[in-house]
């Protein structure tokens, strides 16, 4: 079968900015500012939005208006608004807010859940049961986010084994959806295929999304890799801004795929996504700009077919 014959016929993408994106930054983006980023993303025709995370606000200070963020934002219909959960208070934090669904937290690395949760991972995996019972007592969906499904920074290249042990117990949870993450960025089409496949073998039908980061460059590449073998969710950031808080050193700015790219993706191979592309690449230079951050991307640095096409005629007409 060729790659084309296995690509899906559309895919659902994830816009993590205004969570994964925001908390890495070392400055605190003002609440006001937030919350009309979010509303331009609710325009530009993104499934899901994850508009911030329940965490102790003295965990990451950048999202520690939260709560506020929920109340204020304006809620589109036909957008899902989500938020990460890292324990049952932000489960119940959660609720309060009134999320449509929870990025329930869990990484495969006991090193770095401990460092990021400060827990052991059995303790993690223990409470999901707890998160999936309120969750779904109020009607809200829970997806397990799994972090650390490839690589870690303290214990290297995880065990797939490992990684499906986690899978194997976040379904047995009842949870809805299952994610995982290249926390790392350094995942390969080859991993990608035989941990998605191991997963889908295990558990037939689940429905699986891959959280991208991109420090290889490989993010596009495993997108494809993933879609031939069966996922259609995306998470991805504009401007590719993210990066976990606990990353040792210099790796704190890991990135994510921007979403700009990925959807140019998408829509270059006829792949339905539901975005406005013109409104996600809008939205790109706007966040780049309020924040000052470059040309972060391959669609903000003119990669685009109009972009580069527009280029050459004018540099045909200097000539």
Same mark, same amino acid.
């Given at each position: 079968m060729s790659l084309l014959d296995s690509l899906p016929e559309r895919v659902h993408v994830v816009e993590m900015l205004p969570r994964d994106g925001f908390?890495?930054? =070392?400055?605190?983006? +003002?609440?006001?500012?937030? %919350?009309?980023?979010?509303?331009a993303l609710s325009e530009t025709g993104v499934d899901e939005i994850e508009i911030s995370s329940f965490t102790h606000p003295k965990a990451v200070p950048t999202l520690r208006d939260a709560d506020e963020v929920?109340?204020?934002?304006?809620? !589109? =219909?036909?957008?899902?608004?989500r938020a990460l959960v +890292?324990?049952?208070?932000?489960?119940? !934090? @959660?609720?309060?807010?009134?999320?449509d669904k929870v990025n329930a937290l869990v990484t495969v690395s006991?090193?770095?859940?401990?460092?990021?949760?400060?827990?052991? !991972?059995?303790?993690?995996?223990?409470?999901?049961?707890?998160? %999936?019972?309120?969750a779904h007592d109020h009607g809200i969906?829970?997806?397990?986010?799994?972090?650390?499904s490839f690589y870690c920074p303290y214990e290297g290249a995880i065990d797939p084994t490992e990684t499906l042990a986690v899978v194997d117990s976040v379904v047995d949870s009842g949870v809805d959806e299952v994610t995982l993450a290249t926390t790392m960025g350094?995942?390969?089409p080859v991993e990608i295929t035989e941990r998605f496949t191991a997963a889908f073998e295990a558990h037939p039908g689940l429905d699986m999304g891959l959280h991208l980061h991109d420090t290889n460059g490989m993010s596009l590449a495993n997108t494809l890799a993933a879609m @031939?073998?069966?996922?259609?969710?995306? =998470?991805?950031? %504009?401007?590719?801004?993210?990066? $976990?808080?606990?990353? +040792? $050193?210099?790796?704190?700015g890991v990135g994510n795929t921007p979403t700009e790219d990925l959807v140019q993706m998408l829509e270059r191979m006829g792949v339905g996504h539901g975005v406005d592309f013109g409104r996600i690449e809008a939205a790109a230079h706007d966040v780049s700009d309020r924040l000052g951050l470059g040309l972060t991307s391959? %669609?903000? @640095? $003119?990669?685009?077919?109009?972009g580069v096409l527009d280029t050459v005629a004018a540099d045909g007409e200097e000539d």
């Open positions: 908390q890495r930054l =070392d400055e605190f983006v +003002p609440t006001d500012e937030k %919350v009309e980023i979010i509303d929920a109340k204020r934002i304006t809620r !589109r =219909d036909g957008v899902t608004y +890292p324990n049952l208070r932000g489960m119940e !934090r @959660a609720v309060e807010a009134e999320v006991e090193t770095y859940t401990r460092k990021n949760q400060n827990r052991t !991972r059995e303790e993690v995996l223990a409470e999901m049961d707890d998160i %999936v019972e309120l969906e829970v997806e397990a986010g799994m972090g650390t350094l995942a390969n @031939a073998v069966g996922v259609d969710r995306f =998470d991805a950031s %504009v401007c590719g801004l993210g990066g $976990g808080v606990v990353l +040792p $050193g210099d790796m704190s391959h %669609v903000l @640095a $003119g990669g685009t077919v109009e």
